[in-house]
């Protein structure tokens, strides 16, 4: 819950651990699994009604441009249940994205829905190489850390950039 809520934790590396430390005590991946997306979901229910109840406040407190926020939910209300879904697999997304949610006042039962589909595919992922991993763990752990912020970095440019290719496409129709 806690790496949910503050995104700068990465739990690339607290779940990968969680199935190493698994693997080593023999504890029962599963419950990991379950315990992993509960705490997922929970952070994520939280950030969603700051985002509900605290709209305009939050922008604020996260100094967020208006005009940009104001698009941003346009853009997450068009397509905001694929963004909840496919964003808990994404580094840092996964937790911004239940702000916009709350922000848009997404179906809250959607909302858990497709967090808890989206954690527990994540969880899954990386508590399983963790435990495949095994005493490999501190190397992995090492060249994840640092390809970790400009793997972001490339992901936001892509986006960036199919953002304007997609802005600039001039549509035609044939008869």
Known sequence: MIENLFPPIPSE??????GFIADEAKLNL??????????????????YYLGYFLNDKIIKILKLNKNNTNKTITEFEKSGKKSVLFGRLAPIIRSLISIPAGIAKMNIMEFTI????GSFIWNTILILLGNMIGENYLIVS????DYYKPLIIIFLIIYILKKIINKNKIVTISK
């Open 13 to 18: 590396i607290i779940l990968t651990f969680s």
């Open 30 to 47: 599963f419950l990991i699994i379950i315990s992993a997306t509960l705490g997922s979901v929970v952070g994520a229910i939280i950030l």
């Open 114 to 117: 497709l967090t808890t589909i």
């Open 142 to 145: 090492h060249i994840i850390k």
